[in-house]
């Protein structure tokens, strides 16, 4: 197993000096799950939430979650990103929201976490448009599906069963 890298030598927590690693393209890839009451599901695609439009804020959120990681994450690196791309799909079968999105950038370390966020704030965003209708909606998993670059190169999670 790797060692932790957010601990020092003498077991203190730190933020790891990322400043002589070279500069590569980073890529990661998240995604997570919001459920729903069916009707829940329903009123979103017809347009039928107070406050607007449910999908439309959740991705705003997700782009903002993924920009602010840093800020929510005390050891997590402020990163300059290239690009957030977010997207939503309906599952009959939840029934509800899965949500991904995939974070890039040109820098020394990766951006799984601001990926990760960006799944987090677009769900909770989801959440809140439609918590008048449906209190009960519950998130996740929320978990890495892919990233790419740096040292340790390219990771995918296994399928889920």
């Given amino acids: 197993m790797d060692r932790l890298t957010h601990l020092d030598s ?32 329903e009123a979103i695609r017809d347009g039928e939430i107070e406050k607007g439009e449910a999908l439309a804020v959740a991705r705003i959120a997700s782009i903002q979650g993924a920009k602010t990681a840093s800020a929510l994450v005390p050891l ?56 008048a209708i449906d209190r009960g909606m519950s998130m996740g998993p929320i978990r890495l599906l892919e990233k790419r670059g740096g040292r340790s190169g390219t990771w995918t999670a296994e399928p889920e069963e």
């Fill in 10 to 41: 003498a077991g203190r927590v730190r933020m790891v000096d990322v400043g002589e690693k070279p500069l590569t393209r980073r890529v990661a890839v998240a995604e997570g799950r919001i459920r729903m009451r069916r009707a829940t599901l």
């Fill in 76 to 131: 997590c690196h402020p990163i300059p990103l290239d690009a957030v791309d977010v997207e939503l799909e309906a599952v009959e079968a939840l029934p509800g929201y899965r949500l991904s999105v995939r974070a890039s950038a040109e820098w020394r370390t990766g951006v799984e976490m601001e990926a990760l966020a960006g799944v987090a704030a677009g769900l909770l965003a989801l959440y809140d448009m439609c918590k």
